[in-house]
Nanobody
Framework: QVQLVESGGGLVQPGGSLRLSCAAS????????MAWYRQAPGKQRELVAH???????DYADSVKGRFAITRDNAKKMVYLQMNSLKPEDTAFYYC?????????WGQGTQVTVSS
């Protein structure tokens, strides 16, 4: 079955950086677009970054210029490099893939930006 496992979250000071990783299994990874979402307490889950199977990327306005999504098809991994982090980036971050019209999510990884 489809499995997504995130890692790399943690506590970081404002202005710092983190790199999130997502390991995928159960799909022909190279064929599918991947995405990162986040959900802060009391807020709806929102799309942060998206990468197509061919490597085209798109970002939420709030993270453009600070975050970068990449993928390694050989390793079946997708990454989210987060720079210049702000307190408002604090959230649970989730990896996502839509496989056979069904969205799949990982368990999430917590990112806390605080001094």
């Amino acid at each position: 079955q489809v499995q997504l496992v995130e890692s790399g979250g943690g506590l970081v000071q404002p202005g710092g950086s983190l790199r999130l990783s997502c390991a995928a299994s159960g799909i022909i990874f190279s064929m599918y677009a991947m995405a990162w979402y986040r959900q802060a307490p009391g807020k709806q889950r929102e799309l942060v970054a998206h990468i197509t199977s061919t490597g085209r990327t798109d970002y939420a306005d709030s993270v453009k210029g600070r975050f970068a999504i990449t993928r390694d098809n050989a390793k079946k991994m997708v990454y989210l490099q987060m720079n210049s982090l702000k307190p408002e980036d604090t959230a649970f971050y989730y990896c996502n893939v839509v496989w056979r019209s069904t969205p799949y999510w990982g368990q999430g990884t917590q990112v806390t930006v605080s001094s």
